[in-house]
């Protein structure tokens, strides 16, 4: 089992930043890789990025204008993933979760935090 605990989300003007963080405990070394997705208000969940545990990242590209704002990055000595979110927009606005995938193709989520972007 994992447990994931995310952090760092909250209410920013636009054209701010934030850092999330998501905290893993439990079978760490089960974990394959570990991603972000964010849930717009009446919106699907969608991917925003994803980190392996070698460190290698990707940025969804059919959520646009992501690449070059956010970072995903990883502290391994940590547990931690983090995404760092630059020069925020309005439509960033919504619920950031972590989510963890197992060497087993099992599914973690967190319990997702609240970013608020104000125009």
């Known amino acids: 089992q994992v447990q994931l605990v995310e952090s760092g989300g909250g209410l920013v003007q636009a054209g701010g930043s934030l850092r999330l963080s998501c905290v893993a405990s439990?079978?760490?070394?089960?974990?394959?890789?570990m991603a972000w997705y964010r849930q717009a208000p009446g919106n699907q969940r969608e991917l925003v990025a994803s980190?392996?545990?070698?460190?290698?990242?990707?940025?969804?590209d059919s959520v646009k204008g992501v690449k070059g704002r956010f970072t995903i990055s990883r502290d391994s000595a940590k547990n931690t993933v983090y995404l760092q979110m630059n020069s925020l927009k309005p439509e960033d606005t919504g619920v950031y979760y972590c989510?963890?995938?197992?060497?087993?193709?099992?599914?973690?989520w967190g319990q997702g935090t609240q970013v608020t972007v104000s125009s």
């Open positions: 439990g079978s760490i070394s089960s974990i394959a890789t």
């Open positions: 989510r963890a995938r197992s060497l087993a193709l099992r599914i973690y």
């Open positions: 980190i392996t545990s070698g460190g290698s990242t990707s940025y969804a």
